[in-house]
């Protein structure tokens, strides 16, 4: 009666055991992705009180686009003035579902990041990163009218 007992346990305890280590394995990969995040990119907060942000800013940004609905596809804009909290470029929007178009735009420092407001239900809302290796990073949200739909999503593009 007593091995009977042993063998339960042993079977009761084993996967217990493994899934609590599964768990603080799985806690602990979690926590590393997190903090790996964080070192290799730094918030840059952009506000028009801080003048050496244009610099930093102006020039040609390289990317993609990546939809909601899983679309996604190239992004290219370039910076050409920055004055106070003002912004001003050109870009292109490659690979939608109406062709590759082109667009001009005025944005604005607001809520520490850039937002780039277009026709009626489109805009951009991005963040500026400064990445360790060296280099800039724009990451953020969209919204843009497709045929059928307003679409969302994410672009990250890198300044080239």
Do not use: H
């Not at 244009?54 to 020039?59: A, D, F, M």
């Not at 909290?85 to 809520?111: A, H, I, L, M």
């Not at 963040?127 to 045929?147: C, I, M, N, P, V």
């Amino acid at each position: 009666m007593l091995s009977a007992e042993r063998e339960i346990q042993n079977v009761e305890g084993r996967p217990r055991r493994r899934s609590k280590e599964f768990a603080v394995n799985a806690i602990t990969l979690l926590a590393l992705f997190a903090f790996a995040a964080c070192a290799t990119a730094r918030l840059i907060p952009l506000s028009p009180d801080r003048p050496e942000l244009s610099e930093k800013l102006r020039g040609e940004w390289k990317g993609e686009w990546y939809g909601d609905n899983r679309s996604r596809g190239r992004f290219e804009f370039k910076v050409t003035a920055v004055e106070g909290g003002s912004v001003w470029g050109n870009g292109t929007w490659y690979d939608t579902e109406v062709g590759s178009p082109s667009f001009t735009f005025r944005g604005e420092f607001r809520d520490g990041g850039l937002w780039i407001p277009r026709e009626t239900s489109r805009w951009f809302n991005l963040k500026l990163y400064e990445l360790d290796g060296g280099g800039y990073e724009l990451r953020g949200r969209y919204s843009a009218s497709g045929l059928r739909a307003v679409v969302e999503g994410d672009i990250a593009v890198s300044k080239k």
